[in-house]
C-alpha cells in the first residue's frame, strides 16, 4: 500500500445482493452529472480534455491552455456540505467504513486542489444538485472559463 493511502475498515458484507449490485453500477467516470456538463460545455463551444492522467486528481474536464479545471461532484461521494442540497445523504448502516471512506474522499479532493492551485491551475467544482438549473449553470461556466 502506498504511504499516502490511509487505510480503511474492512469492507462490510453487502445487506443483498440487490444492493451490492446497486453498488457495483456506480461509476467513477461518465456519470449522469459529468455527462450533462460535457454536453452543456460543447454547446457553448468549448473543447476539453477528459480525465487528465497527467493532473492532481484526474480532473474530470480540464482546459490545459487556459490552466482551468473543473471537478463534478456527486453530492453523497463528496459530502456535499450546502444546507440547501437535497442529494446529500449520511449513511445509516455500516457508519464507521462509509464515515471513514467518505472522509478520505474529502481529504483526497482537498489534496489535490492544493497541488493544482499550486502547480497554477485554477478550479471550478460543480455539484450534482447544481446541474438542475441549466441557465445558471451555464453562467457560471462561463464566468470561470471566459469566452470559447
Known amino acids: ?10 469492507v462490510p ?8 449490485a446497486v453498488m457495483r ?3 467513477s467516470e461518465d456519470t449522469r452529472p459529468e ?29 490545459s ?5 473543473v471537478f463534478i461532484h456527486g453530492c453523497f461521494w463528496h459530502q456535499h456540505r450546502s444546507s440547501q442540497c437535497q442529494l446529500r445523504s449520511v449513511p445509516s448502516s455500516h457508519i464507521d467504513y462509509w464515515n471513514a ?9 482537498i489534496e489535490n486542489q492544493e497541488q493544482l492551485r499550486q502547480s497554477g ?3 471550478l467544482v460543480v455539484w450534482e444538485c447544481e446541474i438542475q438549473d441549466a441557465l445558471t449553470l451555464a453562467r457560471r461556466l462561463q464566468g470561470f472559463l471566459g469566452p470559447p
Open 1 to 10: 500500500m502506498s504511504a499516502n493511502r490511509k487505510q480503511l475498515p474492512n
Open 13 to 20: 458484507a453487502p445487506i443483498s445482493a440487490a444492493v451490492s
Open 25 to 27: 453500477a456506480n461509476r
Open 35 to 63: 455527462m450533462i456538463v460535457r454536453r452543456l460545455l460543447f454547446r457553448l463551444g468549448y473543447r476539453y480534455r477528459l480525465h487528465d492522467r497527467r493532473l492532481p486528481g484526474r480532473p474530470d474536464v480540464a482546459f
Open 65 to 69: 491552455r487556459r490552466r482551468k479545471v
Open 101 to 109: 471512506k467518505l472522509k478520505r474522499n474529502e481529504e483526497r479532493d
Open 121 to 123: 491551475w485554477d478550479i
